[in-house]
């Protein structure tokens, strides 16, 4: 069932000159390569404004031994370890499959070196996707990712060299596991990125007790959902205090399963909102949530999505408007 | 080769007709799932989310799935949380699932003897299999079940000779009984009628007991504990034939969005990492265990 076109038009955003037809963005980890989740009767691309591919490198991974997931109050850890088939394949095997009338397509890049990053990039750029979201903020792998995420150094190094080789749409991804997420951001922005993503996955673990062993075959991994949204809805409020005096739009992520936790973001200063593991509780969730928005935009007077990005009123400025 | 299967998944929510409880904590349940019941083969699941407070979802093997009357029926057993939070659902009450999902068990025409070994919560698939060959009548199945627990299933001493068995082991499961298929137990804890020891004994016993032209029409299929695979798998190699098995694995997505169920297999390319949700649950045992 599709929706009336003029509310529709409501949900529209602008990304970094991307058009968006909901502020929804499926990802990247929680849909494989974009048309997993297509089998699934009533799920639908037209509910989202761009989908982020899968973490890709240079090389193809295997990615960790199991168990990768587990299940934690409020929220999973995961431990993948990037596995995929390398950019080579995806570019030439992936790409010409998507649909991309459906959606935008975000490219996740990884990598354990900058080289890797920019090789990857540059394949990238040489392709059909529309933008190009550098991760730097991967817990489950030995080097590179929050490695580098995590120095504000090293961030500026990889996002400088990977805009020297692309012209499309630069994300940066951020990690919430560093001191000083909005340091980090002024760097990212003046070595060149066009937006932000936050936040990535917090580190976390869980122990058996019986044998005391980790569970994940990683010994450590990332959490998401639901438990992470507080501290994911603070890092974005940081991160936009720096980055809306650039025009540098954010995807809000981390925990979102309902409208209200997406409003929440783009409360906060997102202009896009991710949804990861809530895919994984209901595959259909994407329609509530627009339509939820869009429910909350009648209520408050608002005319577009749009409208509502940083209309936070922090309790020191005075009470809120409507 | 086993094919890849791509049917279209389903959300459900679907009425829990009914949910008895069994001893030793297994449970059966039936669910009002039509459009997952009208395409559902044995081997695969349904990711279910067990209370509406406790979204990560958890797959269960289908025991049974009637087209006609748009049920899917499940046999497990309480584990952990969410088995334990799944038990405490009443007829009435309504679960969100999503299926069926992954890779079905395949048999193959050219090997029209199925020696069906399930060890356990791996038992269910291997009953579903046992009554969709029988309708279909691809085969002669013979079905053993290996459980420590008791049987949550009539049973009733058998009039179907097996090959290879004792004649004191003879109890088998009504409901396969009544197909025209014969069945035997195995558990550690003593039992009449029962094989006391492992499952993998009696396959052994009826494997060597095959005469070398009917050896060449078997193919084993089996769905249970690790070490019971492996040990299938081994038999599988020994006697020179075909085995599928079903793996189970920590899942998130459940329809091959993740990779968080993914295991190391071998394939003709090398080394890879497949995803349990759906590019199995069945596999070839030497993809799994090696050639
Ligand atoms: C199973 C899984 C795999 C992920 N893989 C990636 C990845 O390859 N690259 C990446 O940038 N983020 C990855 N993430 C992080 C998500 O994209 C997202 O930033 C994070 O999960 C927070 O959102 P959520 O709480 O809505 O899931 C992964 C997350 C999960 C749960
Ligand atoms: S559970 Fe997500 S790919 Fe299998």
């Excluded at chain 1, 076109?5 to 991307?18: I, K, S, T, W, Y």
């Excluded at chain 1, 370890?81 to 996740?108: K, M």
């Excluded at chain 1, 805009?163 to 001191?179: A, D, E, F, G």
């Excluded at chain 1, 990005?309 to 408007?321: F, H, K, S």
Aim: hydrophobic letters at 40%; glycine letters at 10%.
């Amino acid at each position: 069932m599709s929706r009336d076109p003029e509310q529709a038009e409501r949900l529209r955003v602008d990304f970094c000159g991307l058009d968006f037809q909901t502020p929804i963005v499926l990802l990247s980890g929680c849909v494989g390569f974009g048309d997993e989740y297509t089998r699934v009767v009533g799920f639908s691309h037209a509910e989202v404004g761009a989908v982020c591919l899968k973490g890709t490198t240079a090389q193809p991974r295997l990615g960790n031994p199991p168990h990768r997931v587990y299940e934690t109050p409020a929220g999973m850890l995961n431990a993948i370890g990037l596995q995929n088939p390398g950019v080579d394949h995806v570019v030439e095997e992936i790409l010409p499959t998507l649909d991309f009338t459906e959606t935008r397509f975000i490219a996740n890049v990884s990598g354990s070196t900058i080289e890797e990053y920019v090789r990857v990039t540059e394949r990238f750029d040489d392709s059909p996707i529309d933008a190009i979201e550098i991760n730097i903020s991967c817990p489950n792998v030995k080097a590179g990712g929050v490695a580098f995420g995590n120095d504000p150094d090293m961030s500026a190094r990889v996002v400088e060299a990977c805009r020297k080789v692309t012209r499309k749409p630069l994300i940066t991804k951020l990690s919430p596991n560093q001191t000083d997420i909005a340091e980090n951001a002024r760097r990212c922005i003046e070595a060149g990125t066009d937006a932000f993503a936050a936040i990535n996955t917090l580190m976390g673990m869980a122990i058996d007790i019986e044998s005391r062993t980790p569970v994940l075959g990683n010994d450590q991994g990332g959490l998401s959902g639901p438990a992470i949204k507080p501290v994911a809805l603070l890092k974005v409020h940081q991160v936009y205090q720096v980055a809306r005096p650039h025009g540098i739009p954010i995807i809000g992520q981390g925990g979102v399963t309902t409208p209200e936790d997406a409003i929440e973001f783009l409360i906060a200063g997102a202009t896009a909102v991710g949804v990861g593991t809530a895919l994984f509780y209901d595959p259909l969730v994407c329609r509530t949530i627009n339509d939820g928005i869009l429910d909350y935009l009648d209520r408050h007077g608002l005319a577009t999505v749009g409208q509502l990005t940083g209309t936070l009123v922090r309790n020191d400025e005075g009470t809120c408007c409507a | 080769m086993l094919a890849p299967h791509r049917n279209p998944i389903h959300a459900e929510f679907g009425e829990i007709l009914c949910h008895h409880e069994h001893p030793g904590g297994q449970y059966l349940l039936r669910v009002m799932a039509p459009a997952c019941a009208a395409v559902a083969e044995p081997g695969q699941f349904a990711h279910i989310r067990v209370t509406p407070e406790r979204p990560m979802r958890r797959p269960l093997s289908l025991l049974r799935a009637a087209p006609g009357e748009g049920w899917v029926e499940f046999l497990y057993k309480v584990v952990g949380e969410g088995t334990a939070l799944l038990a405490g659902r009443q007829p009435g009450d309504f679960l969100d699932l999503l299926g069926p999902i992954g890779r079905p068990f395949q048999p193959h025409p050219e090997h029209p003897r199925q020696l069906l070994v399930g060890g356990g919560v791996g038992i269910p698939p291997i009953l579903f299999l046992a009554e969709r060959i029988r309708e279909r009548e691809e085969g002669t199945p013979v079905v053993f079940m290996g459980s420590e627990l008791p049987f949550p299933f009539l049973t009733t001493p058998s009039a179907l000779p097996v090959p290879g068995l004792p004649e004191e082991t003879d109890l088998a499961l009504q409901w396969m009984e009544d197909l025209g298929i014969a069945s035997r137990l195995a558990s550690r804890v003593p039992r009449p009628g029962v094989h006391r020891g492992l499952v993998t004994e009696l396959a052994r016993d009826w494997l060597a007991a095959q005469h070398p032209d009917h050896l060449r029409e078997v193919e084993i299929f089996a769905c249970g504990p690790h070490p019971m695979l492996a040990a299938v798998a081994e038999l599988a190699r020994e006697f020179g034939v075909p085995c599928q098995v079903s793996l189970e694995e920590f899942m998130a997505c459940g329809v091959g969005g993740c990779a968080g169920c993914a295991v190391p297999v071998n394939t003709p390319e090398g080394p890879a990492m497949k995803r349990v949700c759906v590019d199995g649950p069945v596999f070839e045992a030497r993809e799994v265990f090696g050639p």
